[in-house]
């Protein structure tokens, strides 16, 4: 059952893909992809005192969820899968920084804004958390 599933989600991944407009920052070794998208929730400060305001460029990261599937469908031990992951997501973090800065409009890039229920592992990632429902103002 589970190995349908995965063919059915790698029969449908290229039509999502299509459809989001997502873009490859390397297909083969970054485990994201990416848009450029408009900040639309309330206005945020950041620990560091960045200023994200509402219709800001944000780079939009999406995990490449049926690739990663994939990869560990293989791995038996949950411990050893949360590794891969981690080791996944911190190799393409370098990555993602610079597509930003080779980006025609870095400039114009405030930040990264992804959507996540691993919270635990993300701080050590050095990624700085929020709570989304606190600032979204259409639930």
Known sequence: ?????????????????????LEYI???SNIFRVRITKYK???VV?????????NDKMLKIHLHNVK????LKSVKCTVRRGRIIFQKVHFSMPLI???I???????EIKGVIGITM???GARNLVLRLFDLAAHFTDY
């Open 97 to 99: 920084a610079e597509y």
């Open 41 to 43: 929730g309330k206005d």
């Open 118 to 120: 691993l919270h635990k």
């Open 46 to 54: 950041l620990s560091d005192g960045t200023k994200i305001n509402k």
């Open 26 to 28: 390397d297909r083969h």
């Open 68 to 71: 990663l599937l994939n990869e």
């Open 1 to 21: 059952m589970r190995s349908y599933l995965l063919t059915f989600w790698n029969i449908l991944d290229p039509l999502y893909y299509l459809l989001t407009r």
């Open 101 to 107: 800065h080779n980006h025609k409009n870095s400039n």
